[in-house]
């Protein structure tokens, strides 16, 4: 094809210009793999590509005990030790600027071992190391809390960094906590990771609770006290059952931060149809993992894996209510072709193949929805201003002999047991 027949493809009208930026038109699904790579770009340049879940900030803690002296997040960490010998690492700038993402949630992640020990410690120090890298890269990304932020830096070409906390084991059972990590910038709290809470059961052991406890009665109300504060609610790694009681008490709509399609993969880490089910009316999104193990329940995956997943969200739930939480650094298999943070046009590039996928459906997929979830999140925080803060604390036989090492304060722990 020539370049000027090219042109006319992605170019509508050929001298119209939106912000400087080329105005889209759909490329013939027919096009070459570079067209539509092109038209991929072009895409990604119009609409910000926002990605739900990646873990390096953990790697800074187990590579680098946060040590950020010699962490160079503006060089190819592919050369740089100790990362190139590292197959849990697959992000830094030079790539999430060549995989066009406009926005990042960064995981404030804590190990389930640490629950009832210092878990608080731990993730304000991850808060703390975020915020540090941030700061040390500021040319290149800044933090945000918002969609206003997001578009402003997508408008200036700055990445975008935003924070999400996984998981629920590490709050302390304390609604000061949250409160506190909201102030902080968190816009999310994964209620699960791969451990029970005392107040929440997670999708990975559920084979030991055969009674499915799901969400307890101070569940619900540390749900409601993040649907008053803005903090959105990530049901990855939750169990059916405590998603299916936070879907039925929540005020907000949730998110999966990462998460695969049950249909398709049975484990129980991934979404049932049921559940997507309840998408349109609750208003959620569920983000897609890259994880091989996720995708196609073994070590082997590739994009077109990647899009059953998507596509069979976009069947079940619709449109409106899928987006992308690919996990990176936080996944040692990858699906051949999305190999790291640099590889997200070419999921596009593939998904235009599909005259099925319009090129509003594509920008839903690349940020829209998460976006219009956040708002949803900010526009309920604004009409519950009214209500007083939750003063509920959890109730002592719901954690004690599980936390033998904590201040006891008597009088208090009598009234409440
Ligand atoms: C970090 O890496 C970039 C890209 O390689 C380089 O230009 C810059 O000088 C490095 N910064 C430091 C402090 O070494
Ligand atoms: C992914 O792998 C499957 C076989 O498992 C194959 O049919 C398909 O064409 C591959 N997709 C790509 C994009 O290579």
Redesign the pocket.
């Known amino acids: 094809m020539s370049a000027l027949r090219f042109l006319l493809l992605v170019l509508w009208p050929s001298s119209s210009f939106c912000n400087g930026s080329p105005v889209l038109t759909r490329v013939s699904p027919a096009a070459s793999h570079s067209e539509r790579m092109a038209a991929a770009r072009i895409l990604l340049d119009n609409s910000p590509l926002i990605d739900g879940h990646n873990d390096l900030p953990w790697n800074l803690r187990m590579f680098l005990h946060n040590k950020l002296h010699s962490f ?1 997040f ?3 960490l592919q050369k740089e030790k100790p990362w190139r010998a590292q197959s849990f690492s697959q992000t830094d700038l ?1 790539r999430l600027k060549k995989g066009k993402v406009a926005a990042q949630f960064w995981s404030i992640y804590v190990p389930c071992e640490a629950q009832y020990l210092n878990t608080v410690q731990l993730l304000l120090e991850q808060v703390d190391v975020i915020k540090r890298m941030i700061a040390a890269h500021q040319k290149e990304t800044i933090m945000v809390t918002d969609t206003s932020g997001i578009l402003r830096e997508f408008h200036r070409g700055r990445l975008a960094s935003l924070m999400g906390m996984e998981g629920g084991h590490a709050l302390g059972s304390s609604m000061g906590v949250v409160r506190s990590l909201y102030d902080l910038g968190v816009r999310y709290i994964t209620l699960t990771h791969k451990c029970h809470t005392p107040w929440a059961e997670c999708a990975d052991k559920t084979k030991d609770q055969p009674n499915s406890p799901g969400l307890t009665p101070y569940g619900k109300k540390l749900v409601l006290e993040m649907n008053r504060l803005g903090m959105m609610v990530d049901l990855s790694h939750s169990s059916s059952q405590t998603v299916l009681d936070v879907l039925s008490i929540t005020r907000a709509p949730v998110i999966f931060s990462h998460s695969g399609v049950r249909k398709i993969c049975p484990i129980n880490r991934n979404v049932e149809d049921s559940i997507l089910k309840q998408m349109p009316e609750n208003g959620g999104v569920v983000l897609i993992s890259f994880y091989n193990e996720f995708l196609t329940c073994s070590k082997y995956a590739n994009i077109t894996n990647v899009i059953e997943h998507i596509n069979h969200v976009r069947n079940i739930a619709g449109v409106d209510h899928v987006g992308i939480g690919a996990g990176y650094d936080g996944i040692n298999r990858t699906p051949i072709g999305l190999d790291d943070v640099s590889y997200y046009p070419e999921l596009f590039t593939e998904l235009l193949k599909d005259p099925s996928w319009s090129l509003q459906d594509l920008k839903k997929l690349a940020g829209v929805n998460l976006m219009r979830v956040m708002d949803k999140v900010q526009e309920i925080r604004e009409d519950l201003m009214s209500e007083s803060p939750g003063e509920d604390i959890i109730p002592i036989h719901d954690i004690d002999s599980r936390w033998p090492c904590r201040y006891k304060f008597a009088s208090l722990e009598e009234d409440i047991a």
């Open positions: 160079n503006s060089a190819d030079p």
